[in-house]
């Protein structure tokens, strides 16, 4: 059974920077896309964060433009996510996810906080 295993949560203060990691262990083949949503704080609905596609192809949510940045490193099946610049909208469970045809796997979550 293919897992997404996740690091780099924690707290941190507003302006500071943080670096999520999500290696995606077992067989998972045909990837079509990797990346991250958010569920914020008193919020039930994930929002998409970035994704990066098989192709390279980045889109990010507005919100975090200019301040996130994702990569992928194929051969090890792993995405990053590179946060500066952080706010404290930008607390939330982050969860990384794996885009496969007719099956999304997700990671179980990571916890950032930044305070003010």
Known sequence: ???LVESGGGLVQAGGSLRLSCAASGSIFSINAMGWYRRAPGKQ??????VITSGG????ADP??????LSRD???NTVYL???????????VYYCFVE?????????GTQVTVSS
């Open 82 to 92: 590179q946060m500066n610049s952080l706010k404290p909208e930008d607390t939330a």
């Open 100 to 108: 496969v045809p007719l099956y999304d796997y997700w990671g179980q």
């Open 74 to 76: 194929n051969a090890k």
């Open 64 to 69: 975090v433009k200019g301040r996130f940045t």
């Open 45 to 50: 609905q994930r929002e998409l964060v970035a």
């Open 57 to 60: 192809s980045t889109n990010y």
């Open 1 to 3: 059974q293919p897992q």
